[in-house]
């Protein structure tokens, strides 16, 4: 079984920067694309950002356009997301998630393998 570790996440203050990072458990294979979700509190999980392994097409939801960058680094399951200009609305538990196949990219089904989320927190 395949598992997500991500690291990264922590206390900011509004304005700032924080850099997360996904590493998957077993490079044997190549998952398809890699994405960041996100859960605000009181809230559902929604989509934040992909990365498509065979092109490095990347998607973004509007509300991070600009201000998040998502990358894959040299290991073959592994992804960063670089977080610049934080506001208190960005405050939420960030979920790294693997897909195996070709599925609808910002839906959360379409996801194989989720890690186990890491605190984001922005104070105004």
């Known amino acids: 079984q395949v598992q997500l570790v991500e690291s990264g996440g922590g206390l900011v203050q509004a304005g700032g920067s924080l850099r997360l990072s996904c590493r998957a458990s077993?490079?044997?294979?190549?998952?398809?694309?890699m994405a960041w979700f996100r859960q605000p509190p009181g809230k559902e999980r929604e989509f934040v950002a992909t990365?498509?392994?065979?092109?490095?097409?990347?998607y973004y939801t509007d509300s991070v356009k600009g201000r998040f960058t998502i990358s894959r680094v040299n290991a073959r399951n592994a992804i960063d997301l670089q977080m610049n200009s934080l506001g208190p609305e960005d405050t939420a538990v960030y979920y790294c998630?693997?897909?195996?196949?070709?599925?609808?990219?910002?839906?959360?089904?379409?996801?194989?393998?989720w890690g186990q989320g890491t605190q984001v927190t922005v104070s105004s």
């Open positions: 990365i498509r392994r065979t092109d490095d097409s990347i």
């Open positions: 077993d490079d044997s294979f190549t998952m398809y694309r």
């Open positions: 998630a693997a897909a195996l196949r070709v599925k609808p990219r910002t839906t959360d089904s379409s996801y194989d393998y």
